[in-house]
């Protein structure tokens, strides 16, 4: 099933190129704001999945292109994001150390939305293509053989990075938890309709161009040993997200005006925009060719712009 958000917080299912809403099949779910109420659908799926289910089947499904979708998760108690957790292509000798890191949920924006770069010095803007787990069940210090027990289904995800910021060191949160940063979406696609999550192709294209490719197979920590990492940390809840890492070789920058289309295999297409209003540019290379052209350091040079290097 796709689950998804539109208009208004209408919560529904999508179904082919229609959406159904199902919103009035779960609404006695206690919750205080219509943007929450996934949530507690999400911790109470076994009582009301038939419930759901039957509204979809029965409802009248109006086109997905008439309609505004939204975060499909747009208030997540938790974003725990995967860092360096593909062997890039299998490049990589040997596997990078697991780490993770916190992005602030109030950076979450939707399909048809614009990423907004800020006025700050970053050396590049990038967008990481992801795909992300829902969080289906508590999960606390979870055996790997029981991982998949806690998730509830997955989404595209992107994170939005402003790379190179000062002091040297001090990165993390002032580098992901901008906001805008963290666009999801255009669905959740429950864990039961992916037979296998560890294999799926990963595209995003940038004006129609291809920037990354990528098979989840790539990953360095697979998504059970993901879980009991994470889980082993704090304690996830339903409607957490935590995604799952990218191939940094495809990684590009993010300039005014962009047209950004990520595509997870089996789960679908988030599109949004891309909005700086300094108009600053880079070449439009990824991180392989920049390397593969002898550039320093890991990725393309500010080109023009303020906070362009003379």
């Not at 917080?9 to 159904?20: S, T």
């Not at 008439?66 to 000798?93: F, H, Q, S, W």
């Not at 990492?229 to 920058?253: C, F, K, M």
Request: hydrophobic share 40%; proline share 6%; charged share 25%.
């Amino acid at each position: 099933m796709k689950l998804c958000y539109f208009n208004d917080y209408r919560l529904g299912v999508i179904k082919g190129d229609n959406v159904v809403d199902v919103t009035d099949a779960v609404k006695d779910i206690l919750h205080i704001d219509a943007r929450d109420l996934i949530i507690g659908l999400i911790a109470k799926w076994d009582t009301y999945k038939a419930k759901v289910e039957k509204a979809a089947a029965d409802g009248k499904g109006v086109p997905v292109s008439g309609v505004k979708l939204r975060p499909p998760v747009p208030k997540p108690g938790n974003i725990v994001c995967m860092a360096v957790n593909y062997m890039e292509d299998g490049t990589l000798p040997e596997k990078p150390a697991i780490n993770a890191f916190h992005k602030a949920a109030t950076a979450v924006i939707g399909d048809g939305d614009t990423m907004v770069l800020p006025d700050a010095p970053a050396s590049i803007f990038e967008g990481e293509a992801e795909m992300a787990l829902v969080i289906g069940k508590r999960a606390t210090r979870v055996a790997p053989a029981d991982a998949f027990k806690h998730i509830f289904g997955y989404t595209c995800f992107i994170d939005g990075s402003a790379r190179g910021l000062p002091p040297p060191g001090n990165v993390f949160f002032q580098m992901k938890s901008r906001d805008t940063f963290a666009p999801i979406g255009p669905c959740i696609v429950t864990a039961d309709e992916i037979a296998d999550p560890q294999n799926l192709n990963i595209t995003l294209t940038n004006n129609g161009r291809v920037m990354q490719k990528f098979n989840t197979s790539d990953m360095a920590h697979h998504i059970p040993r993901i879980i009991e990492w994470v889980s082993s940390i704090h304690t996830l809840e339903p409607g957490d997200i935590v995604a799952t890492g990218t191939n940094h070789r495809g990684l590009n920058s993010f300039m005014d005006g962009d047209k950004i289309e990520l595509t997870v295999e089996k789960i679908g297409t988030l599109r949004f925009g891309v909005k700086d209003d300094l108009k600053r540019t880079w070449a439009r290379t990824t991180r392989l060719q920049h390397k593969e052209k002898g550039g320093e350091g890991p990725h393309t040079p500010q080109l023009t712009g303020k906070y362009a290097k003379k």
